[in-house]
């Protein structure tokens, strides 16, 4: 596999491109004092974009994203984008980290030092990880596929090309949340005798679907109310999840061509995802947000990013009645996350609990286990999540997994 060394390096034209755009705005109209109910607020949207205008500094950031080490390499015929971090210490385990949508690799900017380097920021350098966190195929600096197909579960199967084959390494651990815990369970799935153990943010993963079928059990009450909240979260939230599954294309026009439609689409979910009570800022900067939406700008990779939703819809994942995730896996089961597993028995979770100020999980080895950390609401990092020993992510069933 040729894997070639890569810099992040954007024209100047392409950057002036969305300037331009964005001076020549048609704004909508807005019910007065609506707030988010409708969607993107309006004079939220006109800051962010002023600020993107004449404020954001993208050589800024793209020096910050370059001081990673960055790699393109074919795999099955795919230019897959990803860094590639070694750990600082005696023995690092490569761990394999993927994003969701409408995120991209940039957001895990924060947690892969503290992954790759934790003697840098108070730990044990026993802990240390080497970090990859690759593109998805249609996102960021990866290929576009030019031929239907590439589920998320597809790109599972590229994943352990790239950690086997183009990294040489045989023994690994993955993670993921959204469209990343969906490619981590199934990596988990295919590849038992090579991932050591998965560990997701969400319960389960879209295109999941646990066999309920002719001799399965009963449902618990606990996993009738995981089922009775998440169908209020999708009637509610996943509006834009049905478009992407069943028309992608006709939102590519819009997205594709307007930095403002683009920017009001993914900032409306960044806040209604995170644990920000109402005000986006809380969890993410404006630097934050307009570097992950200027990557999907200048990539021109929205409309192939929204479409892993139609690909995956067609060919989801169905467990037969004795199908498993056997290796050890874990969910950090957040307070704000979409909806909330189970908790510990014979058939159902392992799950850490994390308090309400924690944000963020990340993984840390410790001896046999794993011991989450979580960066608080302050300036430090801090153990807020407590070891879990007996991962019981175990099965795209109700046994032990969830799904959505």
Same mark, same amino acid.
């Given at each position: 596999?040729?894997?070639?060394?890569?810099?992040?390096?954007?024209? &100047?034209?392409?950057?002036?491109?969305?300037?331009?755009?964005l001076s020549r705005t048609r704004w909508p109209d807005e019910i007065p004092s609506s707030g988010w109910d409708y969607g993107s607020n309006l004079d939220y949207i006109r800051e962010s974009a002023d600020y993107w205008q004449s404020e954001f500094d993208w050589r800024k950031q793209e020096t910050a994203i370059n001081a990673f080490s960055h790699f393109r390499a074919d795999v099955n015929g795919i230019g897959i984008?990803?860094?590639?971090?070694?750990?600082?210490?005696?023995?690092?385990?490569?761990?394999?980290?993927?994003?969701?949508?409408p995120s991209s690799f940039s &957001?895990?900017?924060?947690?892969?030092?503290?992954?790759?380097?934790?003697? $840098?920021?108070?730990?044990?350098?026993?802990?240390?990880?080497?970090?990859?966190?690759?593109?998805l195929p249609g996102y960021g600096f990866s290929d576009r596929p030019t031929s239907g197909g590439m589920t998320i579960f597809k790109a599972a199967d590229l994943?352990? &090309?790239?950690?086997?084959?183009?990294?040489? %390494?045989?023994?690994?651990? $993955? &993670?993921?949340g959204d469209w990343g815990a969906s490619c981590t369970a199934r990596l988990g799935f295919t590849h038992p005798e090579n991932v050591v153990s998965v560990h997701v943010t969400m319960v389960g993963g879209a295109g999941i679907s646990p066999y309920r079928g002719l001799g399965s059990r009963q449902l618990t009450d606990a996993e009738q109310a995981l089922l009775a909240e998440r169908?209020?979260?999708?009637?509610?939230?996943?509006? %834009?999840?049905?478009?992407?599954?069943?028309?992608?294309?006709?939102?590519? %026009?819009?997205?594709?061509?307007?930095?403002?439609?683009?920017?009001g689409s993914i900032v409306e979910k960044y806040r209604s995802y995170s644990d920000c009570n109402g005000d986006v800022e809380r969890s993410f900067t404006k630097d934050e947000l307009l570097t992950n939406i200027t990557i999907y700008w200048v990539t021109q990779t929205i409309n192939p990013a929204n479409r892993i939703y139609y690909e995956t819809q067609r060919h989801p994942w169905n467990f037969g009645p004795t199908e498993s995730v056997a290796v050890p896996s874990a969910i950090a089961n957040f307070p704000k996350e979409i909806n909330h597993p189970p908790g510990s028995g014979p058939n159902g979770f392992t799950t850490s609990s994390v308090g309400p100020r924690c944000r963020g999980a990340v993984i840390s080895r410790r001896r046999k286990s794993r011991t989450y950390w979580s960066r608080?609401?302050?300036?430090?990092?801090?153990?807020?999540?407590?070891?879990?020993?007996?991962y019981a992510i175990a099965s795209v069933s109700f046994d032990d997994i969830a799904a959505p």
């Open positions: 596999m040729d894997v070639r060394p890569f810099k992040v390096r954007i024209p &100047e034209d392409t950057l002036n491109d969305p300037r331009e755009r984008h990803f860094i590639h971090e070694r750990g600082k210490g005696p023995d690092p385990l490569p761990h394999i980290i993927t994003h969701g949508w &957001e895990m900017h924060k947690i892969i030092p503290l992954l790759a380097d934790p003697a $840098a920021h108070g730990g044990d350098p026993a802990d240390s990880f080497d970090v990859v966190v690759p593109s994943w352990a &090309e790239l950690m086997i084959k183009g990294l040489c %390494y045989q023994r690994f651990g $993955a &993670e993921g169908d209020q979260w999708h009637l509610e939230e996943s509006g %834009y999840s049905h478009v992407q599954g069943t028309k992608p294309q006709s939102l590519s %026009y819009g997205l594709n061509d307007s930095p403002v439609g683009l920017a608080t609401s302050g300036n430090s990092s801090a153990r807020c999540v407590r070891p879990v020993s007996a």
